[in-house]
């Protein structure tokens, strides 16, 4: 058994967690890139019902992302090359923050950040971080470091900490990195995140991938390669929750190919304390509700009467 401690308990509910800070009524989040801005799921689904929602990416300038086709399924899941494609921060800032402000009272949302500079993160994190709405946020450093070549900003420890420490400074609410399932050694990576001011690390990102169209002999993405997500992932993400959660003691978003109950619980087991849902959710929107209520009656037949018990309980055979 893990020595990890588990997450403080939040009162009033057996699926009440608290991570960074932060209180959620349950651990079931929309991942980011599949919930847009909130409002483009306001008449499909009761967002207020969920622990809370990652929004889609932000940058400091409008991007028009990748070209079509970007998403495409596969038996194993879905790919995707969707580029970051999103508003911009003065459009989020004015119209797609204020709006989750005035609909959402419970769920909590937290802010996904991409850039090619670390000024970029920093100016997005800066312009948002006193924005109503926005109750933390996620880093998404694996995206390419113009300045290095392309490499991604959390294949290099010195870069993330250095990208880390200069968005801590720029604001005081909670930061979650989230990290790519590529990494050489994950835990390194989310230890140089934690020691330069993250409170919280998010595993795992997509894995590359290609899919070919046999008929044209080309790749079905308009990009080419995309971002492997859906089931395929979910051993990958729950071996980086194990080995996240044994070298950092702050909270995980586990994510990755999760559909399931019994896999929610898979990744709290592993050590995560929140998780997110994301191809499962595109493909049945209302699917995370509905494991909502699932999970409590998990933890009714199981006689948990407070999720944190679980979390970070995985007995390792070896």
Known sequence: M???????????????????????????????????????????????????????AVSVEPRAGAPQPRVAEFRGGMINAVGLANPGLAAVRDQHLPWLATHLSRARVLVNVVGGTIDDFVAV???????????????????????????????????????????????????????????????????????AGADGITVVNTLPGLIIDPETRRPVLGFGTGGVSG????????LATARVARAVRVPIIGVGGIATVEEIVQYIVAGATLVGIGTAAMQDPRLPERLVTALGEWCRRHGIETLTDVIGRLEWTT
């Not at 933390?136 to 290095?148: A, Q, R």
């Not at 991604?152 to 420490?165: N, S, Y």
């Open 2 to 56: 893990t020595d990890r401690p588990t997450t403080p308990r939040a009162a009033h509910s057996p699926l009440a967690v608290r991570a960074a800070g932060i209180d959620f009524q349950n651990p079931i989040l929309l991942a980011a890139g599949t919930a847009g801005y909130g409002a483009e799921l306001a008449g499909v689904l009761d967002l207020d019902r969920l622990g809370g929602l990652v929004t889609k």
């Open 125 to 195: 994190v800066g312009g948002l971080s006193d924005a109503p709405g926005a109750t933390g946020f996620e880093l998404n450093v694996s995206c390419p470091n113009v300045h290095h070549g392309g490499l991604e900003f959390g294949a290099d420890r010195t870069v993330l900490a250095e990208l880390v420490a200069r968005v801590r400074a720029a604001t005081r609410k909670p930061l979650f990195v989230k990290l790519s399932p590529t990494l050489s050694d994950i835990g390194a990576a989310a230890q140089a995140a934690v020691d």
């Open 231 to 238: 089931a395929a992932l979910l051993p990958v993400g729950l």
